[in-house]
């Protein structure tokens, strides 16, 4: 049987903001790798975030940092808890893997 390696959007906001919870700010090349998505990808999930106020985009010189809101921590807490309500047994990876 072949793995699937397809995620669906609501995973990759939730990876996204779950490693700025831990790492905020973070350089976008970190972010990318954390997130494993292209540049182009990362940007487009990005644009989206900000335009919602779950993460801020601060430009230092050539630098541009990300960092998580109070909305987008709040965002990624809830999400965490409805998969931990969803009674999955090991984890969100277990469950995300389903989708």
């Known amino acids: 049987m072949r793995r699937r390696n397809n995620r669906n959007k609501i995973e990759i906001f939730l990876i996204i903001l779950n ?3 831990e790492n905020s700010p973070e350089r976008k090349t970190n972010l ?3 997130a494993r998505l292209n540049y182009r990808d990362l940007q ?4 989206i975030l900000e335009k919602q106020g779950m993460v801020q985009i601060d430009v230092n010189g050539e630098d541009k940092w990300i960092s998580i809101t109070e909305k987008g921590r709040s965002v990624c807490i809830t999400l965490m808890i409805v ?3 969803l009674g999955t047994p090991n984890s969100k990876e277990s469950f995300l893997s389903l989708i």
């Open 19 to 21: 490693h700025l919870a």
């Open 32 to 34: 990318a790798h954390a």
């Open 44 to 47: 487009m999930f990005l644009d």
């Open 83 to 85: 998969l931990e309500e």
